[in-house]
T-cell receptor, first 116, second 115 residues
Framework: AQSVAQPEDQVNVAEGNPLTVKCTYS??????LFWYVQYPNRGLQFLLK??????LVKGSYGFEAEFNKSQTSFHLKKPSALVSDSALYFC??????????????FGRGTSLIVHP | DTGVSQDPRHKITKRGQNVTFRCDPI?????LYWYRQTLGQGPEFLTY????????KSRLLSDRFSAERPKGSFSTLEIQRTEQGDSAMYLC?????????????FGSGTRLTVV
């Protein structure tokens, strides 16, 4: 079985400060990991993914995420937050071992609020 | 290509009525997915198609729900005898088989309110 946890319902950060949105996962095999962002009344937008290779993944809008296998984490980071980054962020995982299904499991989401 | 389109954006219906939603994926994408999202939750998988074949259905997809993708292009999701618990955002997403590990492109969703 595969699962993902986003331990924080909300993250508050001041504009210009670094931000981190946390994600931990559980899979029986190896994970494919994704981050998506959702703005109000919109669908989800793909930010970045980890499939294999370098543990530090760079994505859209200056976001990056670090894959840590020993801690089963894939935290989303940005060096300097913008007010426009305020949105819902979803982490998703797919267990490679399940094979064929290609259906990831999404976390409950974390609301990021960037204060001016 | 304008991305994944969903219609309507909003639907208010009375309990017991049937509703149908449409999704037009990115034209070259052969995989199409339906998800449901309720307030405070992440998207929950409902079903997906590869071309016109429905390959997987979640246990969330009760017998009141049916989805089709008759020509391997657009898809419809029908809910019969709607219940208040069906109120949610219904999201459609697509990707290509070869890039299936590389994330989805989501539509803006159809928000269903059952009164």
């Amino acid at each position: 079985a595969q699962s993902v946890a986003q331990p924080e319902d909300q993250v508050n950060v001041a504009e210009g400060n670094p931000l981190t949105v946390k994600c931990t996962y559980s899979v029986s095999g190896n994970p494919y990991l994704f981050w998506y962002v959702q703005y109000p009344n919109r669908g989800l937008q793909f930010l970045l993914k980890y499939i294999t290779g370098d543990n530090l993944v760079k994505g859209s809008y200056g976001f990056e995420a670090e894959f840590n296998k020993s801690q089963t984490s894939f935290h989303l980071k940005k060096p300097s937050a913008l007010v426009s980054d305020s949105a819902l962020y979803f982490c998703a995982v797919r267990d490679i071992k399940t094979g064929g299904s290609y259906i990831p499991t999404f976390g409950r989401g974390t609301s990021l609020i960037v204060h001016p | 290509d304008t991305g994944v389109s969903q219609d309507p954006r909003h639907k208010i219906t009375k309990r017991g009525q049937n509703v149908t939603f449409r999704c037009d994926p990115i034209s070259e994408h052969n995989r199409l997915y339906w998800y449901r999202q309720t307030l405070g939750q992440g998207p929950e998988f409902l079903t997906y198609f590869q071309n016109e074949a429905q390959l997987e259905k979640s246990r969330l997809l009760s017998d009141r729900f049916s989805a089709e993708r008759p020509k391997g292009s657009f898809s419809t999701l029908e809910i019969q005898r709607t219940e208040q618990g069906d109120s949610a955002m219904y999201l459609c997403a697509s990707n290509q088989l070869e890039g299936a590990n590389y994330g989805y492109t989501f539509g803006s969703g159809t928000r269903l309110t059952v009164v």
